[in-house]
């Protein structure tokens, strides 16, 4: 009986299940973000439905590096959050 994904996809569920627990189960993190969100995760940030999450920009890009230190340089993290697991990233 086949689940119609790759043996890799099957991987990437698994991590997410077994190392991340605040990770909702039921969701795929698209690797754009993957890093991101565990990142965000480990580092005490709910990652579950309905939260909100405020940081200041110092502290995101600690965590969540990017080639620029703008707030607009995670609009995409900050959309993706919202739709997929109806999380708010304030960036303060």
Do not use: H
């Not at 200041?56 to 890009?61: F, G, K, M, T």
Request: positive net charge; aromatic residues 14%.
């Amino acid at each position: 009986m086949g689940t119609g994904l790759s043996e890799f996809e099957v991987q990437r569920i698994y991590y997410l299940r077994e190392f991340n627990n605040n990770v909702e189960n039921n969701y795929v993190v698209i690797d754009q973000f993957k890093d991101d969100v565990m990142a965000l995760s480990n580092a005490g940030y709910p990652i579950a439905r309905g939260w909100t999450i405020n940081i200041s920009l110092v502290d995101i890009y600690k965590i969540c590096p990017r080639t620029e230190r703008q707030r607009s340089k995670y609009n995409g993290l900050k959309s993706y959050l919202k739709v997929k697991f109806e999380v708010e990233l304030n960036i303060i």
